[in-house]
Nanobody
């Protein structure tokens, strides 16, 4: 069984920081591309950042320069460091794992940025 443990979400003021963590079990983690997606109410789910198994990253333009995605293939963990948070970053953030024709999703963690 594939299991995701997502943590680090919460409420923060604009300009603040949060660090999301996703620990995955049930897959050969090092073979999977990992990523974070987010979905705001009434919006479609969108890509935030992805990191390939070799470590190369890609970010949405809206978060580039503020967010940093990293992975630890020993701890089977992917982390998203989010800095200079804005109200428009408010969404449910979902951890994603992808390899060939297989794709798995976490249940999501809420991030709220407000004064």
């Amino acid at each position: 069984q594939v299991q995701f443990v997502e943590s680090g979400g919460g409420l923060v003021q604009p300009g603040g920081s949060l660090r999301l963590s996703c620990v995955v079990s049930g897959i050969i983690f090092r073979l999977y591309d990992m990523g974070w997606y987010r979905q705001a109410p009434g919006e479609q789910r969108e890509l935030v950042a992805v990191i390939a198994r070799r470590g190369n990253t890609n970010y949405a333009d809206s978060v580039k320069g503020r967010f940093t995605l990293s992975r630890d293939n020993v701890k089977n963990t992917v982390n998203l460091q989010m800095n200079i948070l804005k109200p428009e970053d408010t969404a449910v953030y979902y951890c994603n794992a992808r390899f060939d024709n297989s794709q798995y999703w976490g249940h999501g963690t809420q991030v709220t940025v407000t004064v």
